[in-house]
């Protein structure tokens, strides 16, 4: 299983991303597809999750500017990242699971994570 992880880049406050995560090796329209961040001396922290049903979830601090979507054909999933703020600076990455809803945010359930991709958000 691969997860390979782009987009990132460095950007200024209130400007837009879009990262893509392109998954192989499993059968993609299965698994429930996280997003996960990580800044300098913190913990990886989850951002959203889109569950294999298309239902979607978010942290709250992301709530109204990250969206999450996914193409089963491309066997791809998306954030969109919206009005970004310098506090979303951080290595993001994608993982998959197969893990039940109460478990979902929890980053130690996932099966395959990705590389991860630079998101720097200037002031």
């Known amino acids: 299983v691969q997860l390979q992880a782009s987009g990132g880049g460095l950007v200024q406050a209130g400007d837009s991303l879009r990262l893509s995560c392109a998954a192989s090796?499993?059968?993609?329209?299965?698994?429930?597809m996280g997003w996960f961040r990580q800044a300098p001396g913190k913990e990886r922290e989850f951002v959203s999750v889109i569950r294999w049903t298309g239902a979607t979830y978010y942290t709250d601090s992301v709530k109204g500017r990250f969206t999450i979507s996914r193409d089963n054909a491309e066997k791809k999933v998306y954030l969109q990242m919206n009005s970004l703020l310098p506090e979303d600076t951080a290595v993001y990455y994608c993982?998959?699971?197969?893990?039940?809803?109460?478990?979902?945010?929890?980053?130690?359930?996932?099966?395959?994570w990705g590389q991860g991709t630079q998101v720097t958000v200037s002031s």
């Open positions: 993982a998959a699971t197969r893990v039940v809803l109460s478990s979902i945010t929890n980053a130690a359930y996932y099966n395959y």
């Open positions: 090796g499993l059968t993609f329209s299965n698994y429930n």
